[in-house]
């Protein structure tokens, strides 16, 4: 029997299948607890911290009625004697119908879907891909805007290593969006994403001041300074507090707009900006539960 598809890349699925898991994920939304994996077991991997990401895929599979298996912490693994991942995603396949994996290497989802025997869900590996966050900024637009389409969307702080930017670009591109980007120059979009843009006649516009842009989008999404990608702690210190937004910012934007983040966040969001009804991110991390049970049944193609 054929391997069922794995989800490493957001390019892995194309519109017709964004728009399927984003119709599946209002169907968990109106009823999110569903027995159709049956017992099936799903093997939770985190190479790399996660709050949300890790708890809302658990919570996600035991609405489902599945079993996770699974570690949050290396320290605890064989990877602390010498075990490879090549190995080590070899034994566990063994033991489950699905990997949802987590690693800060780029490209370890990708070469864990071509060792495993059964599909392998990204679950962000190092700056590279975040696609089930993706799919869930985008059940938040829908939900938000009542269209995917046509946006003008900002995408503010760390362009450079944010693997929630990168996905995010690679799906809207096919939506007609306009991107502002705001990023302090060390951060800037990597090239690559540009010239995606480039060759898709999508309009950007780069800004290193973001308080020229609030008041033109319909979606403000802010990235943390991740300071677990930098090298240097020194260009970390530089560059984590460029952008702040505080709630008085929001005074003239748009009656439309709404304030995504992939969180967690640090600083970059104020907590006055909470209470406003524009502030939607602890929203959307509640929409991952949703998304990820779709995300779930469409690749093990469960009746649902
Ligand atoms: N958005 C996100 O990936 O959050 P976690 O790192 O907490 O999983």
């Not at 790399?48 to 996600?60: G, H, I, V, Y």
């Amino acid at each position: 029997m054929n391997k069922a598809k794995s989800l490493v890349s957001i390019t892995d699925f194309d519109v017709e299948e964004y728009l399927k898991i984003l119709e599946l994920a209002a169907k968990f939304e109106a009823n999110s607890y569903r027995n159709v994996l049956n017992g099936r077991v799903i093997a939770s991997l985190f190479f790399e911290p996660s709050t949300r990401t890790r708890l809302s895929f658990e919570s996600a599979i035991n609405r489902l009625g599945g079993r996770v298996i699974g570690f949050s912490d290396i320290e605890t693994t064989s990877s602390t004697k010498g075990e490879t991942l090549h190995d080590t995603i070899k034994i566990i396949s063994n033991y489950c119908d699905l990997i949802v994996m987590r690693h800060p290497l780029e490209g370890a989802a990708k070469f864990a879907s071509e060792v495993a025997n059964v599909p392998i869900i990204n679950a962000g590996d190092g700056a590279n891909q975040h696609p089930t966050q993706t799919l869930l900024d985008m059940y938040s637009i829908t939900k938000t805007q009542g269209t995917l389409s046509n946006l003008s969307i900002a995408l503010i702080g760390d362009l450079k290593y944010g693997r929630t930017v990168h996905s995010l670009i690679m799906a809207m591109k096919h939506f007609n969006p306009t991107f502002h980007l705001v990023a302090p120059p060390e951060l800037a979009l990597p090239n690559e994403y540009k010239t995606i843009l480039k060759e898709n006649n999508i309009p950007f516009y780069e800004h290193t001041d973001m308080s020229s842009v609030l008041n033109e989008v319909d979606i403000v999404y802010m990235t943390r300074v991740q300071k677990e990608r930098f090298s240097d702690l020194m260009e970390y210190e530089k560059t984590k507090n460029t952008y702040i937004l505080r709630n008085e910012m929001l005074a003239h934007t748009k009656a439309n707009m709404k304030i995504l983040h992939p969180l967690p966040r640090v600083n970059e969001i104020q907590q006055d900006v909470d209470e406003n009804p524009k502030a939607y991110y602890f929203e959307q991390a509640r929409n991952g539960v949703f998304t990820r049970q779709a995300i779930i049944s469409y690749l093990l193609q469960l009746n649902v």
